[in-house]
């Protein structure tokens, strides 16, 4: 099960940063309205079954344009990571360092995405860990959003 992080008072990244926001074509736009119900949306080609990270207006595997929007389960593994001491950003200047990791969704075809890793950012980091998606709501943005975190899964 995934957990939340609610409200404007409770947020992983600081105040400042740029407002994600559907692409002008409305092609992720599931994927938004997804965090909003903390779920995790990926693509799935309704021809050949394969999922798909990041959308695409047709299936990297066979070429259809039947690809369908799906939720999946929020729980992923660590592929790779990057301790980020140079801040991005410049809201990001005193939030640092910080995880970025590159997790594998088992349940999707071994996709990938990348996110940021809650916790303490010089925690020893394991290739391979269990994690899961934690919703970040945004409920004062205009509109309002929610951005996927991740943190190791408790053994």
């Not at 736009?29 to 695409?56: F, I, M, N, S």
């Not at 809650?118 to 943005?141: T, Y």
Request: aromatic letters at 8%.
């Amino acid at each position: 099960m995934s957990a939340a992080l609610s409200g404007s008072g409770n947020t992983y990244l600081p105040k400042g940063l740029t407002q994600p926001a559907p692409m002008r074509d409305g092609l992720d736009l599931p994927y938004w309205e997804g965090t909003r119900e903390h779920k995790l949306r990926v693509q799935r080609c309704a021809d050949c079954g394969t999922h798909q990270w990041g959308p695409e207006w047709m299936c990297h595997a066979c070429q259809s344009l039947d690809v369908e929007w799906v939720a999946v389960k929020p729980t992923a593994r660590i592929y790779s990571w990057q301790r980020v001491y140079h801040p991005v950003h410049p809201a990001l200047a005193d939030h640092g360092p910080y995880i970025v990791v590159l997790v594998e969704l088992p349940h999707a075809d071994n996709l990938r995405m990348l996110g940021n890793l809650l916790g303490d950012p010089m925690a020893d980091i394991v290739i391979g860990s269990d994690i899961e998606a934690v919703f970040e709501d945004h409920d004062d943005g205009s509109p309002p959003f929610t951005l996927v975190q991740w943190q190791v899964t408790a053994t």
